[in-house]
C-alpha cells in the first residue's frame, strides 16, 4: 500500500515537475523502479511499470530539449 502510494507520487513528480527527478543521485530512481518492477505482487509491479514509463518520458523530454 505503500509503496504504491509512493510509485504513484513519483509518476506525478515525473509528469508534472520532472527537473525535480535531476537533484536525485544518478541511477538511483532507475534502480528502485527495477526492484519493484520485479516485485511478485502484480499491482506494485504494474505501478512501478507505469512509473518507469513516466520517468522515462520525462527524461526523453529534458533530452530532446
Request: glycine share 8%.
Amino acid at each position: 500500500e505503500t509503496t504504491i502510494r509512493g510509485l504513484k507520487s513519483l509518476s506525478n513528480i515525473a509528469r508534472q515537475t520532472p527537473d525535480q527527478l535531476d537533484t536525485c543521485p544518478p541511477g538511483s530512481v532507475g534502480r528502485l523502479l527495477g526492484r519493484h518492477i520485479r516485485n511478485l505482487r502484480s499491482q506494485v509491479a504494474r505501478t512501478a511499470c507505469l512509473a518507469a514509463g513516466d520517468v522515462f518520458s520525462s527524461q526523453a523530454r529534458c533530452i530532446d530539449q
